[in-house]
């Protein structure tokens, strides 16, 4: 039994994950995503890298602009 509702990437509709449709919405065949926020912890272990990733594709795409 599936626990949580999924939220289609595509129409925006909600609905379960099982497997026979794969992660896929019933309504347009799109991709199911987990809706809700990953949890907030105020140790950040990977905050540092997140950072510079955003650092690095900020700069991408302002010398691109």
């Known amino acids: ?19 026979e449709n794969n992660s896929k919405c ?9 809706p809700r926020p990953p949890k907030y912890s ?5 905050g ?3 950072r510079d990733y955003f650092k690095e594709d ?3 795409r302002f010398e691109q602009n």
């Open 1 to 19: 039994m599936v626990k949580y509702l999924l939220k289609c990437k595509e129409c925006n509709q909600y609905g379960l994950n099982n497997s």
């Open 26 to 34: 019933s309504n347009c065949g799109g991709q199911l995503l987990n």
């Open 42 to 46: 105020p140790i950040d272990k990977y």
């Open 48 to 50: 540092k890298y997140r």
């Open 58 to 60: 900020f700069k991408k």
